[in-house]
T-cell receptor, first 111, second 113 residues
Framework: GENVEQHPSTLSVQEGDSAVIKCTYS??????FPWYKQELGKGPQLIID?????GEKKDQRIAVTLNKTAKHFSLHITETQPEDSAVYFC??????????FGTGTRLQVFP | DAGVTQSPTHLIKTRGQQVTLRCSPK?????VSWYQQALGQGPQFIFQ???????QRGNFPDRFSGHQFPNYSSELNVNALLLGDSALYLC????????????FGEGSWLTVV
């Protein structure tokens, strides 16, 4: 069935370093790939998304890359700051009918 | 511009009871989806409403039901509550039913005792 794998489950970095989170999806029909940041006790906040007709998208310190052939997509955060600490979820869907989420990555940025 | 709003934020129910959660979509959005997020896990899709009809459903029992009103707001009902229903229930909205960005609310924390 539909599945999204996400790695690593935890990631600790020093402030200013880069962080990379990787996801793999199973349904080749998937065409929409959002990333959400979830802080403790809050709902998921959309930080960036990419559609299957684009290979890379960047928004300030955040970038997402998509490899459709390998069914991989990745989140890259540069110049990390303590306020980037949160749980990050990748997701995949076909025309956003139903989001299938990864298992989450807990990112800790140490000052 | 108000985002997705949900109520109540927290509630405690007893096993066997019924619960109703409410959601108002982001302004301009007409599609509402509900997700269940257990502690330490990613959200799981329950169902989606578009034009007041349930358009797609995830792998949840019939105890989970919903409704969408003409103003696009939505309710999630869960009957015969089980301890395992304890979770964060998230409402998400988008426009047009497909192909557009999805935004989430802050969720309703349900504890079943």
């Amino acid at each position: 069935g539909e599945n999204v794998e996400q790695h690593p489950s935890t990631l600790s970095v020093q402030e200013g370093d880069s962080a990379v989170i990787k996801c793999t999806y199973s349904d080749s029909a998937s065409n929409y790939f959002p990333w959400y940041k979830q802080e403790l006790g809050k709902g998921p906040q959309l930080i960036i998304d990419i559609r299957s007709n684009v290979g890379e998208k960047k928004d300030q310190r955040i970038a997402v890359t998509l490899n459709k052939t390998a069914k991989h997509f990745s989140l890259h955060i540069t110049e990390t700051q303590p306020e980037d600490s949160a749980v990050y979820f990748c997701a995949a869907s076909f025309y956003t009918d139903k989001l299938i989420f990864g298992t989450g990555t807990r990112l800790q940025v140490f000052p | 511009d108000a985002g997705v709003t949900q109520s109540p934020t927290h509630l405690i129910k007893t096993r066997g009871q019924q619960v109703t959660l409410r959601c108002s979509p982001k302004s301009g959005h007409d599609t509402v989806s509900w997700y269940q997020q257990a502690l330490g896990q990613g959200p799981q899709f329950i169902f989606q409403y578009y034009e007041e009809e349930e358009r797609q459903r995830g792998n949840f029992p019939d105890r989970f039901s919903g409704h969408q009103f003409p103003n696009y707001s939505s309710e999630l009902n869960v009957n015969a509550l089980l301890l395992g229903d304890s979770a964060l229930y998230l409402c998400a909205s988008s426009w047009g039913g497909s192909g557009n960005t999805i935004y989430f609310g802050e969720g309703s924390w349900l504890t079943v005792v």
